[in-house]
């Protein structure tokens, strides 16, 4: 049974331990993301997953259902995921949602603030997991919702209602869930202080994604949009989620559909959770936020740049955002079906927003799969891709360019998922019915797996590297015949670029072409002058720099979609 909080006004948001500190720089973490009920069940006696052996022929139904994942089985994979490289797990929402309901697996559509889904396990077990966590110098995000809640109640006679132009509809009446016993209060919404119809906007579901007014007042589809202008709102979530610092030792939280939210509620709240953070001694707890849109949109919410809605008031709101303009570009150049120029032009536009070029990492969360899809409806990185060698190109860049890196689960195990919808994206790490691949029964925990063992080769050296987590970055000039040299436009090209930081330079060469390459690639020639030798820290062996015309550059031989990282003895 779950203890019973039924109000924010008996918490106590004194740490129930000595706390984890915060890391120094969020750029020296690697976030691993996985979904609570898609990870790991905490079953003895799973079976790996064996090509040709382990069952196939998933039910599509089963993908739409809880499968068992729970906080124990995380607990029990830390060094599974600690051996990747990985030393932050973001976890996506674990509090409780509508006992009744069996397709809320994802954990958005929140019931009851104050406790962990049953489903998922205990506050025990949260505690648990984040003090394992910690002994291993990992940290632990939680995945956090403001502007909604489940789908708690309902309008006049149980009938969809759509937004509509200053309308506010009528509240129906709270929904009761089907008696379960080992769930308690499981009619309307707890805390108590969210049981006023006043809570909400009554707006009705979105229709018009792309209205700014309606996509921040509107309902979430059935999920109910809360009205946190109104103080009282605001200030019961700002209690709920300081308990959560407090009571499980959390060390930051990513917000979910910040674009859905008035500007002024996302600022309150961060600075709240920063000023409480502080207060307890987690001086730099991590707020970063989903938000859909491009870099100048992008930049109103972070930082120094952020704005009160509707005025020129600055006020400290997120500290970072995932990097959606990178998601959106990254796969098609990694796979060369687009030109390398996108990316370039990509990050010209970027510095002319963070003039702060060697700081501008530190504010993105950087991508390239994801359990939302919307550059490539319902399908992974690696789906239809015979080329396995990409996926590590494409975390490689994350680990070895501007931002704090995060993998999505799976994507370690080459996971290609692709469907009508997005569980296809959400494929079950242990297997049971919904296991990768079309498969049930066959877990894929494989640390010998290609993919896997190559990304902790790159994440050792970005570990190892200050340049690569905090310098500035510059994209190198390439030749294939050391005389002519350009940036390539072709996607068939090595992508090369240069990490500097003070007087290091640490080159990066991705073979994107499926044969291999040995073009010529410029250097810094004040950093890295003639004569000198780069050593390749993925792979072993030397290159020699030459210089012509005032210009210094290596040749580096790459095997297809072949990677290396080149730095001076």
């Keep these: 049974m779950a203890t019973a909080l039924h109000s924010v006004s008996g918490l106590d948001f004194r740490p129930v331990s000595h706390l984890h500190p915060s890391p120094r720089d969020w750029r020296d973490q690697f976030i691993y993301f996985l979904l609570v009920d898609r990870f790991d069940n905490n079953v003895a006696g799973l079976q790996p997953f064996k090509p040709g052996i382990t069952p196939t022929g998933r039910d599509p139904e089963k993908g739409h259902r809880f499968q068992g994942g729970n906080l124990k089985g995380i607990t029990r994979r830390l060094d599974y995921i600690k051996g990747l490289g990985c030393t932050t797990i973001w976890l996506s929402p674990i509090l409780k949602n509508r006992p009744d309901l069996s397709d809320t697996y994802h954990g958005y559509g929140i019931q009851d603030f104050m406790h962990v889904d049953p489903r998922f396990g205990t506050l025990q077990d949260l505690q648990e997991l984040t003090a394992e966590a910690h002994s291993r110098e990992m940290y632990v995000i939680l995945d956090v919702v403001l502007n909604h809640t489940g789908d708690v109640w309902q309008y006049p006679d149980d009938n969809p209602y759509y937004f509509y132009e200053d309308q506010t509809f009528p509240f129906g009446g709270w929904r009761e869930a089907n008696p379960i016993p080992e769930f308690q209060d499981d009619d309307a919404i707890w805390p108590v202080e969210l049981q006023t119809p006043d809570a909400f906007k009554r707006r009705g579901q979105i229709r018009d994604w792309n209205d700014p007014v309606e996509a921040r007042d509107g309902d979430f589809l059935s999920l109910k949009e809360l009205d946190l202008p109104r103080p009282t709102v605001l200030d019961t979530l700002i209690k709920i989620y300081k308990y959560w610092i407090a009571t499980a030792d959390i060390d930051g939280f990513r917000i979910d559909t910040v674009k859905h939210m008035e500007s002024s509620a996302t600022a309150i709240f961060c600075n709240a959770m920063r000023e409480y953070a502080k207060r307890i001694g987690k001086y730099n707890f991590f707020l970063y936020g989903e938000i859909v849109a491009d870099d100048a949109t992008i930049q109103k919410y972070i930082g120094r740049n952020s704005r009160i809605e509707g005025t020129n008031e600055r006020f400290p709101a997120l500290d970072a955002a995932l990097d959606f303009p990178l998601y959106f570009l990254l796969e098609d150049v990694i796979k060369g079906f687009a030109s390398p120029a996108f990316l370039r032009n990509r990050y010209e536009e970027f510095y002319d927003l963070y003039a702060d070029h060697g700081e501008a990492g530190r504010y993105f969360v950087?991508?390239?799969?994801?359990h939302d899809q919307m550059a490539r409806p319902y399908r992974r990185f690696m789906y239809n891709n015979p080329y396995q060698r990409q996926a590590v190109l494409a975390i490689g860049y994350l680990?070895?360019?501007?931002?704090?890196?995060?993998?999505?689960?799976?994507?370690?195990?080459?996971?290609?998922?692709?469907?009508?919808?997005?569980?296809?994206?959400?494929e079950c790490m242990f297997g049971g019915s919904w296991g990768a691949f079309n498969t049930t029964g066959g877990h894929f925990f494989n640390p010998d797996h290609p993919i896997y063992k190559a990304i902790r080769i790159i994440a050792r050296i970005r570990s190892k590297e200050p340049a690569l987590r905090y310098g500035r970055q510059y994209f190198r000039e390439i030749s294939e015949n050391g005389l002519d040299f350009a940036q390539p436009m072709d996607g068939h090209c090595t992508l090369a670029y240069s990490r500097i930081l003070d007087t290091e330079e640490v080159l990066v060469c991705l073979n994107l072409d499926n044969v291999p390459r040995s073009d010529y690639i410029t250097v810094d020639v004040k950093l890295s002058g003639k004569g000198r030798m780069m050593g390749d820290m993925m792979h072993g062996g030397k290159v020699k720099i030459q210089e012509m015309n005032n210009r210094a550059y290596v040749q580096v031989m790459l095997p297809a979609h072949g990677m290396a990282i080149l730095k001076c003895e």
């Design 399 to 426: 680990l070895t360019s501007q931002g704090v890196p995060c993998i999505y689960y799976g994507t370690e195990q080459g996971f290609d998922g692709a469907g009508s919808d997005d569980s296809y994206v959400r």
């Design 366 to 370: 950087t991508f390239v799969d994801n």
